[in-house]
């Protein structure tokens, strides 16, 4: 007999198996952590059916095969192919609109400030005329740029997860990343020196710790995971799912090239805000955590 309860902080009624009682559960409308109550005295308990052997270590199920995993809890599931373009093409038509919207808001917004540092630097340098220091603010520039790019970022994929999840996301959303990014640069410095060092080892190996630690960025949004945590959560999250990653943004992103191509640009506002949603997909579904319209069909 499922839990029934209501979350403390936005009120939410939440329901969960009846084996989470006592356990930590996050509500997927405000993010609140609690935990859940335990079973009302009194209260009719179905049949327990008798437990089934855990699986083999090391092997995991499908996610299409996977019930989602309780709240607060992170599962660890195997991506397929097929599933994750036909999610996240369902989640991006229900919400075309937003999605197009908060995607080409970042990319302007981004193309505007990178711009406007790089002219004001080119004035400045040109009034000082002095090409090392000149050299030395374009650099500046460029770095105030990015940063500000990865700001907008991390809240395009806050937005982006409500809207995988069924939330009510806003645009204001996308200028909520304040909290995590220290965290995300800290991490992203250090994933970037790995994979760098992996290109210095071999092409292969650059590859590989790519995709090993792809995950982090979400984690760090999801969960406030730390830098470390982030990195080993996400190595462990991406056991047995490196060769089908690669596939998926291999194809997803030759497709799009393709599509952009034959559209003469147009395409791009579907295709960037599709692509933007995928990798959120691709979290939720390793993670087994409920999207959409696994929710609606409930």
Sequence with gaps: MPIEFRCT????????????????????????????????????????????????????????????????ELGHNLIDFADIFARTWTIFKGQWGMC???????????????????????????????????????????????????????GMYIFFLKIARGQNP??????TGGPYFLTYILAMILFILMFYFGLVLCIVPGIIVSLMFSQFYFLIIDRNA???DSLSLSKDLMAGNKLMLFAIYLVGGLVGMVLVLITCGLGLFVVGPYLA??????????TGQPMVEQISSQ
Excluded: H
């Design 9 to 72: 902080q936005c009120n939410k009624l939440l329901r969960t198996p009846d084996d989470t009682a006592g356990k930590q559960a996050k509500c997927p409308e405000c993010g609140a952590l609690m935990t859940v109550p335990a079973i009302p005295a009194g209260a009719a308990v179905a049949a327990i059916p008798p437990a089934q052997p855990p699986p083999p270590p090391d092997e995991y199920v499908a996610a299409a095969d996977q019930p989602p995993t309780p709240p607060g």
């Design 226 to 228: 730390g830098v470390i």
């Design 277 to 286: 949603l995928m990798p959120i997909v691709i979290y939720l579904t390793i």
């Design 170 to 175: 806003t645009i204001g959303d996308i200028f």
């Design 100 to 154: 197009i919207a908060a995607w080409l808001l970042v990319a302007v917004l981004s193309f505007v400030v990178a711009s406007t540092l790089n002219f004001g630097v080119e004035l400045i340098g040109m009034k000082l005329d002095n090409e090392l220091l000149g050299a030395g603010l374009s650099f500046l520039g460029s770095i105030a740029g990015m940063l500000f790019s990865s700001w907008l970022g991390i």
